[in-house]
């Protein structure tokens, strides 16, 4: 998009002082977002990406439904809060019609990108769980699905099928192998869904995009702050969000790595991760959530690989990129993170 007027836009927030600066923040593939310091403290401003989520309001309210409820439980942390915008709206929509909000900024806390040990590994799982922990008890009614099958993997595989067939751009020749890697695995993508159909495996509030870099950790003692990038909460299963994390905390390679020798699974983490899930959620994880765990990793990694493959055959409409063929990168990198994942004994 075009650079925003974003003095016009931190005008239109119920910011304490005058704004002085924004500077872009974070490495996040979907959304935009600056760090804005204004003369009293410093914000997050964010304009909500439409191509991915075409019901803003729906995720807004989302956000707001659940961070005050957080914000009425007694667990330690900073919960986010929204900063309302100066029309007592929980949002802005600009001339253009994107939709902007904003948090205030959480200071001396920071993100990883790389879990660099079993402690941060094992903290973050328990902040991750004890947020669905704290969510358990929202009032009714559910949380609107802001992204229908956002975590469906027979769903997933599905559109990776068609866009295969539909082959807009010519790129299924580049991707045959990558290809029958997929196809070798279809019957793992419904374990899941048939145990949640089945009743072993309760729909909940999740998070849906549990990446180590959605915890914020206190700069001095290690300890989660906060849970954050809150736009894909919404009815779930817990798994998605244990496998993602997974995912996201046992391999030290680079997403789009490239040299695949790189890849490899760190037990030692994921022994932490289980502590840390375990210990948060208790009682609440089913026997058959237990385990699944392991599988969960394996098949969220899978389907997060057959995302950036289907977003690569179809132009790279969905996820960020900073050159070419780097979705088709991320999903080689994610295969072979399965390949590495089929191979280890979880017990």
């Not at 931190?10 to 490495?27: I, L, T, Y």
């Not at 659940?66 to 309302?84: E, F, I, Q």
């Not at 045959?176 to 890697?181: G, S």
Request: net charge negative; hydrophobic share 40%.
């Amino acid at each position: 998009m075009p650079n925003p007027d974003l003095q016009s836009i931190c005008d239109a927030f119920d910011f304490a002082g005058r704004c002085r600066s924004a500077k872009r923040w974070g490495s996040g593939h979907i959304n935009d977002t600056w760090a804005v310091e204004t003369t009293d403290r410093r914000y997050l401003l964010q304009r909500l990406n439409p191509e991915v989520f075409p019901d803003p309001v729906a995720v807004m309210e989302n956000i707001r439904r659940v961070t005050d409820h957080l914000a009425a439980k007694p667990t330690p942390g900073t919960p986010l809060s929204l900063v309302p915008s100066r029309a007592g709206e929980i949002f802005h929509r600009d001339a253009a019609g994107n939709t902007w909000r904003a948090y205030p900024f959480i200071e001396r806390a920071r993100s990883y990108d790389v879990v660099p040990d079993a402690a941060i590994a094992r903290e973050g799982a328990r902040t991750f769980g004890q947020f669905l922990k704290d969510l358990d008890d929202l009032p009714e009614p559910p949380l609107i699905e802001a992204i229908p099958g956002f975590h469906h993997t027979p769903g997933r595989y599905a559109e990776f099928s068609r866009a295969c067939d539909e082959d807009p751009l010519g790129r299924a020749r580049e991707v045959r192998v990558e290809a029958a890697f997929a196809r070798d695995r279809e019957e793992i993508t419904g374990v899941l869904e048939a145990a949640r159909e089945a009743g072993e495996m309760p729909v909940r509030v999740t998070h849906n995009d549990t990446k180590i870099n959605n915890v914020l950790f206190d700069e001095a003692t290690g300890e989660g702050v906060t849970v954050v990038d809150l736009d894909t909460v919404m009815p779930g299963v817990a798994l998605y969000d244990f496998g993602d994390l997974v995912r996201t905390c046992v391999c030290p390679a680079a997403g789009d790595e490239r040299d695949l020798t790189k890849v490899t699974v760190r037990p030692e983490i994921y022994d932490a991760l289980v502590e840390g899930y375990t210990l948060a959620m208790g009682d609440l994880l089913t026997d058959t959530e237990r385990r699944l765990m392991f599988f969960s990793a394996t098949l969220i990694t899978f389907e997060t690989g057959l995302r950036f493959l289907t977003d690569y055959l179809r132009g790279d409409r969905y996820f960020r990129t900073s050159r070419a063929r780097q979705n088709l990168d991320r999903a080689r990198m994610k295969f072979e993170l399965v390949r590495r994942l089929e191979q280890v004994d979880p017990s």
